[in-house]
């Protein structure tokens, strides 16, 4: 998998997924590169680890990003206002805790997060916009990634299945070229028809691994 493919997967997975939780727990996601052809693949070696925080009302409060080697690249804490369940800022850390970055978000009035707006940490200039778009069931179809002048310069688009996992990963352009596709294929899932593994795929080739533990 190249630098660049790997990038866009990292991106396309943070796209998505909910930001509550029906209880306290920690969820861990990592990918993995893949080695072989379709007739015959298996996983090879880590490439990004996510660990996902989340605290007793089910709010999720921090992500940690590791490195292929396990090593800490950063994290990001959402802060919320009393008795929302939307957070309303976040902010991303690198691995010697000096803040790099943060978002303030902004809510539809079907309480879905709209749009987020970028800047730097060190001297609060403005970096860029994300805008957001969902389907009926209130899953992420879409993420813009915009210029400060509203222009767009990425676009990732999402399927799903009935159970809400991700499908397929489509990114494109700012003119709408495609520049990558990887669709999915669920090998395990949880009780709740949430996938745990699965594989992804650029056309007839294995590309990537991802496996999805929950820790209560």
Not at 99 to 107: A, D, F, M
Request: net charge positive; glycine share 6%.
């Amino acid at each position: 998998m190249t630098r660049f493919l790997a990038a866009l997967i990292i991106l396309g997975l943070f796209a998505c997924g909910s930001d509550k939780k029906e209880q306290k727990q920690r969820i861990e996601t990592a990918i993995y590169a893949v080695k072989g052809n379709i007739n015959e693949y298996q996983k090879d070696s880590l490439q990004f680890l996510e660990v996902e925080y989340y605290n007793e009302a089910g709010l999720l409060e921090q992500k940690d990003f590791f490195t292929s080697a396990r090593k800490i690249k950063g994290y990001e804490k959402y802060l919320y206002k009393n008795g929302s369940n939307n957070y309303y800022r976040s902010e991303y850390f690198d691995g010697n805790d000096s803040l790099l970055s943060y978002y303030k978000h902004h809510y539809n009035q079907k309480n879905l997060r709209a749009s987020s707006s970028a800047y730097r940490g060190a001297n609060d200039e403005f970096l860029r916009i994300e805008r957001y778009y969902y389907d009926d069931n209130k899953n992420r179809t879409g993420r813009e990634i915009r210029t400060t002048e509203n222009e767009v310069q990425r676009r990732f688009d999402f399927t799903f299945d009935k159970y809400g996992n991700e499908k397929e990963m489509k990114v494109s352009d700012a003119e709408g070229t495609q520049l990558f596709k990887e669709f999915y294929e669920i090998t395990r899932k949880n009780k709740d028809n949430e996938w745990m593994e699965k594989w992804g795929f650029v056309g007839n080739t294995p590309n990537s691994y991802r496996k999805r533990e929950w820790v209560k």
